[in-house]
């Protein structure tokens, strides 16, 4: 027992209550977001069967979080409560930094705080906590995945049920594991001849289901890619100074890598390299950022890297301001509202709503249904609560087509697009949200309800009907 009671456990342990406790105050402050709204409604709205074969390959994300979400709610957890969920699996992470890898304690105590595991993967319910800790774990069996390959195997097959970034990282290291045993002439192993054919079978079927058709939304990369912003660089620094810093990081970090040797090189840019390039090339969103910061992480942590005085130098200023990031979002939470969605959802439950046309508009409507049992708009053909990316349902089309005939209208303003109503014959109601990101502080996330003037309040508020209102 005593051996477990150390000054550096005990230390930890307390960092462990700290980063817990607060993160919870913090989480119960969020309003959930658009994105956030989308998987809730997906696996609340649509089968697991529905979800492989219709649905997730409209969405681009595997299926893993959308069977815990479906756990969560089976075993009883509400949409008020989501980010438990992602509170849980991040935690998990912080313990695994805390308590099982070879970081240094100060970059043990600060690793919790930074603004991607702090805020990001714990505030925000998405499937992004999800690589935080599969990331964590398999740096954690690396150096024993020999002893317990089928454990290994099954990090890399949640991995490619996770993301599409984290289906290109586990068939970075299937290449590797693929090459060593190639190299090793190890063919009558058969435990790993088990485990390669289960990931490529894992590998396959996720493809299958995920691969694109001609009909789906096409979303276009709007920002380039800019590799110091996963570590030291705020989101609100201009391009041209951030290519500078981009330019020293990048040699520091080869420097590092060579120093390591060949082999290590090699490795890590196999590791990397399809990563960066489908985020440069395919797609990414600001929210992509801390993949790359957690895999920089694994990297350190399974190649021994913790005393490479380049290496290090990166990781210390990386955390220290990742921290300083993490607790201005929490600060920035606490006192602004993250989404309007709570208040949109009150607006619209003092109407009859059940027995009014009510339009939603885009992708941005979703953020109002989780709050009720069913899909509240009109002209959402699928009738079911989340939006739908394909191109061939009328929902995505509706640009300014929107006649007045609609009762209410959900609506998010945006520079691309201008809203044309006959506004003399609605009421305009304005909501604000505001998206928080590191330094970056969104205050333009206008959204509208119009609702005709000839319409009141229902007689009776406290009367729910059949559609239950989370609030």
């Avoid at 980063?19 to 959930?32: D, G, I, K, M």
């Avoid at 801390?290 to 210390?316: A, C, D, Q, S, T």
């Avoid at 969605?341 to 009510?358: C, G, T, V």
Wanted: charged share 20%.
């Amino acid at each position: 027992m005593k051996k477990y009671l150390t000054k550096n456990n005990l230390l930890y342990l307390l960092v462990f209550i700290i980063f817990l406790s607060t993160v919870l105050v913090v989480a119960s402050f969020h309003e959930y977001w658009i994105d956030e709204a989308q998987g809730w409604l997906l696996a609340r709205d649509a089968s697991t069967f529905d979800l492989i074969t219709k649905y997730l390959r409209y969405e681009g994300h595997p299926i893993l979080w959308y069977i815990l979400t479906k756990v969560f709610m089976l075993i009883g957890g509400d949409y008020n409560h989501y980010n438990l969920l992602s509170i849980f699996f991040t935690s998990l992470g912080v313990l695994l930094i805390l308590f099982k890898t070879k970081f240094p304690w100060y970059i043990k105590v600060l690793l919790p705080f930074t603004f991607f595991i702090y805020y990001q993967y714990s505030i925000i319910s998405r499937s992004y906590c999800l690589v935080f800790l599969l990331l964590i774990l398999l740096s954690v069996i690396w150096e024993k995945k020999e002893e317990h390959y089928y454990l290994f195997t099954l990090v890399l097959v949640l991995l490619i049920s996770t993301e599409t970034h984290t289906y290109l990282i586990a068939g970075s290291i299937f290449l590797l594991e693929l090459y060593r045993f190639w190299k090793e002439k190890d063919y009558k192993n058969k435990k790993k001849l088990i485990c390669f054919a289960i990931l490529f079978l894992s590998f396959l079927l996720t493809m299958i289901y995920l691969f694109p058709t001609s009909n789906v939304y096409k979303p276009i990369n709007g920002e380039i890619f800019r590799l110091s912003k996963v570590f030291f660089i705020p989101q609100a620094v201009p391009e041209t100074i951030s290519l500078i810093f981009d330019f020293f990081l990048i040699i520091i970090l080869l420097l590092g890598l060579i120093k390591e040797g060949k082999e290590k090189l090699i490795s890590v840019l196999i590791i990397t390299i399809p990563l960066i390039l489908f985020m440069v090339i395919i797609y990414f969103s600001q929210w992509h950022y801390g993949i790359l910061f957690v895999v920089f992480l694994l990297i350190v942590e399974i190649y021994n890297m913790h005393k490479n005085k380049y290496i290090k130098g990166v990781l210390i200023i990386t955390c220290i301001a990742q921290a300083l990031f993490g607790i201005n979002s929490a600060f920035s939470e606490i006192q602004y509202s993250y989404a309007p969605s709570k208040e949109m959802a009150k607006l619209i439950r003092q109407y009859d709503y059940k027995n009014l046309r009510l339009f939603g508009h885009k992708f941005f409507a979703v953020i109002v249904n989780p709050y009720f049992d069913e899909n509240i708009y009109d002209n959402w053909t699928l009738n079911k609560g989340f939006f739908s990316f394909d191109l061939r349902n009328n929902t995505y089309y509706e640009q300014g087509g929107i006649n007045n005939e609609y009762d209410m209208v959900v609506y998010k303003e945006r520079k691309r697009y201008k809203y044309r109503l006959n506004e003399s014959k609605y009421n305009k109601y304005v909501f604000y949200g505001n998206n928080i990101f590191q330094t970056v502080f969104k205050k333009n996330e206008k959204y509208v309800i119009y609702v005709k003037k000839n319409l009141n309040f229902k007689k009776s508020r406290n009367d729910k009907g059949n559609i239950k209102v989370c609030y």
